[in-house]
Nanobody
Framework: VQLQASGGGLVQAGGSLRLSCAAS????????VGWFRQAPGQEREFVGR????????YYANSVLGRFTISRDNAKNTVYLQMNSLEPEDTAVYYC??????????????????WGQGTQVTVSS
């Protein structure tokens, strides 16, 4: 599975952005997808995850209620809708695919495939 994240950009605080994670491969619907982010000088952190069929979603406390993950398996794409953005959300955002585990999985090493990041900058 190859992943490509897109949709990042510059937005003012309080604004919204939608990131996309496009995947190649016919078996994409068998993979859960997670979103992670890495701010300058900080470690990469878990943002959220969606199950393979889209029936379950999980979020880090820092984004709960503001971010929503969805997917369209017919389009091999997962989305991260980010609302009420804050300067603290500024980071490079990555998507990753996991075909082996279930549930709330925030450990990076449990994801088998990673896309390149897309920069999100939130100005105050």
């Amino acid at each position: 599975v190859q992943l490509q994240a897109s949709g990042g950009g510059l937005v003012q605080a309080g604004g919204s952005l939608r990131l996309s994670c496009a995947a190649s491969g016919r078996t994409f619907s068998r993979y859960a997808v997670g979103w992670f982010r890495q701010a300058p000088g900080q470690e990469r952190e878990f943002v959220g995850r969606i199950s393979d069929n889209g029936g379950s979603t999980y979020y880090a406390n820092s984004v709960l209620g503001r971010f929503t993950i969805s997917r369209d398996n017919a389009k091999n794409t997962v989305y991260l809708q980010m609302n009420s953005l804050e300067p603290e959300d500024t980071a490079v955002y990555y998507c990753a695919a996991d075909g082996k585990t279930y549930g709330y999985i925030s450990r990076e090493d449990l994801y088998q495939y990673w896309g390149q990041g897309t920069q999100v900058t939130v100005s105050s």
